[in-house]
């Protein structure tokens, strides 16, 4: 364990709880960080992580416990007075607005620092903000609108916005939480991110929140695991390990091998799915392949390959200019997601909260929105025979959900993937298109979703998937269609053995 000098102790949280109706958030949760330190925060979805690090930035207030912050007692009031103190979080979503410029964002709430007699100055505004960009190494004009940035642009913005704001508050130490910051960044983007942190560590206090274990084992100084609101371990890196943490925030080691490769069967003969040298040109071209049923087709590549657009074609999100998809071997032409539904394809977008759910309204409905048409009793919907089918799906996926009736947007990621799967499953698909199924998912929620396209697998259902990585694709599927600028560079076989990362990496780059 760390030996804590007293002169390193920044923030200590004593004792937190908190409830919610129905649920005990947490309890007697501790939690602290050293200065210049990157201290990880893991656990599975549910587990408190959010809840907790929402106390910390002042939009809740705890049940019980005390927050000390340099030695001192304090409570805040909202995330204003969190920033006062040099607490801030960059949520994964981010919080920049895309219609103003570099600057304008970079000193947003700020403004009267470069107003003089109530004449605001866009010259002093511009130098100020040139000069924080190049102390923080990133080159774009500060006064580009902020909607011509690339996420990780955006999201270094936010990093340099968050430590300046401290600054202004004369803050010697910021503490900067930072809610899966790597979810939408490519390999590269990644390794500079990181190389960022780490200098940015020289100056400040980061608390680094991930489902990526390997990530987190690789770049933090310390780990906290929490398990249903608890605290579960606390981990020097030396000693950390994926394998670790992975059984702290389950409770129990992992039976079997991750991906439940032991569960894999055999493809069966029928095929399903058929794309026939299909172009849409300048995004992919002359691709071909099958789906059996019961079979797992991953596609790998890097972003730009063109394999994001192969399943919008398939969903009807976009048409090919030339080539064929059959399904069940009738031709057919998809030009829109109805008719995709209408032939047993179903579609699990990337960004589930936003394309995958309706948020508001609650699990029962978005269980049966595909189905509302077949539920109907006259001009109502048949109410009970719709609670009926979302309990069953409840049961089936082992939903976590305090009622039917509890709006999509109250549950956690694992759980909104499973309801999203739902859908799908009461509409009978016979194909089924998943864009990353276990992006932003904790480790014990992904098992669950493994688990689950290893018995849609069984029941003959065909699955096209583009893993959160290459052991992600690897581990699930029957097939790997590898594609490089917009073409396929290899088909391989992962039926009877498993090809390595090393195998796909070859054709990726």
Same mark, same amino acid.
């Given at each position: ?65 005390e927050i000390v912050l340099e030695g001192k007692k ?126 940015? $560590?020289?100056?400040?206090?980061? +608390? ?6 390997? !990530? %987190? /084992? @690789?770049? *933090? ?51 399903l799915l058929e794309v026939r040298n299909c172009t849409? $040109?300048?995004?992919?071209?002359? +691709? ?6 019961? !079979? %797992? /087709? @991953?596609? *790998? ?35 829109s997601p109805e008719e995709a539904v209408a032939l ?22 978005? +269980? ?142």
């Amino acid at each position: 364990m760390t030996v804590r000098i007293l002169s390193d102790l920044l923030l200590e949280m004593r004792g937190i709880c908190k409830s919610f109706p129905g649920v005990r958030a947490l309890d007697e949760v501790y939690f602290d960080v050293l200065r210049n330190e990157i201290v990880g925060l893991v656990g599975e979805n549910g587990a408190g992580k959010t809840t907790l690090m929402r106390i910390l930035c002042g939009i809740h207030r705890p049940d019980q416990g005390e927050i000390v912050l340099e030695g001192k007692k304090v409570s805040f009031k909202n995330p204003r007075d969190a920033r006062e103190h040099g607490i801030s979080m960059v949520f994964q979503e981010q919080s920049i607005l895309p219609n103003l410029t570099v600057a304008e964002n970079l000193f947003l709430g700020y403004e009267g620092f470069f107003s003089q007699r109530g004449i605001f100055s866009k010259r002093k505004i511009l130098a100020k903000a040139k000069e924080i960009l190049e102390e923080f190494g990133l080159t774009f004009d500060p006064d580009l609108p902020v909607h011509r940035l690339s996420f990780a642009e955006r999201q270094m913005l936010e990093i340099a916005r968050n430590i300046w704001s401290a600054q202004a508050s004369s803050v010697r130490t910021p503490i900067l939480i930072l809610d899966e910051p790597t979810t939408f960044l490519e390999e590269k983007e990644i390794e500079l991110f990181f190389a960022k942190l780490k200098e940015i $560590r020289e100056r400040a206090s980061i +608390v680094y929140i991930s489902h990526r274990l390997s !990530e %987190v /084992v @690789s770049l *933090c100084d310390r780990i906290y695991v929490l398990k249903d609101g608890k605290n579960a371990g606390v981990f020097d890196r030396a000693e950390a390990s994926e394998e670790l943490l992975r059984s702290r925030m389950v409770g129990r080691k992992f039976e079997g091998e991750y991906y439940l490769t032991d569960m894999q069967g055999r493809p069966r003969d029928e095929v399903l799915l058929e794309v026939r040298n299909c172009t849409k $040109r300048g995004k992919f071209y002359n +691709v071909s392949f099958q789906v059996a049923k019961g !079979e %797992v /087709v @991953s596609i *790998c590549g890097a972003v730009g390959s063109g394999k994001e657009e192969v399943c919008q074609m398939l969903f009807g999100l976009l048409k090919p200019d030339e080539g064929d998809i059959l399904v069940e071997g009738r031709k057919v032409i998809i030009n829109s997601p109805e008719e995709a539904v209408a032939l047993g394809i179903g579609f699990i977008p990337e960004d589930r909260r936003s394309e995958g759910l309706v948020l508001n309204l609650p699990v029962v409905e978005n +269980v049966t929105l595909p189905i509302l048409e077949g539920l109907r009793k006259g001009a109502f919907v048949d109410s009970q025979k719709q609670m009926e089918i979302a309990e069953k799906m409840i049961h089936r996926l082992n939903i976590k959900t305090p009622s039917p009736r509890t709006p999509c947007a109250n549950l956690s990621g694992g759980n909104q993937q499973k309801v999203v799967l739902s859908k799908w499953l009461v509409s009978r698909v016979k194909v089924l298109v998943m864009l990353h199924p276990t992006r932003g998912i904790d480790v014990g929620a992904k098992q669950e979703i493994y688990r689950l396209i290893r018995d849609l697998s069984k029941q003959g259902i065909g699955m096209i998937i583009l893993g959160d990585s290459f052991e992600e694709d690897i581990g699930l599927a029957h097939k790997i269609l590898v594609m490089k600028d917009g073409r396929v560079q290899a088909v391989l076989d992962a039926t009877e053995s498993k090809p390595t990362p090393a195998d796909v990496l070859q054709y990726v780059v």
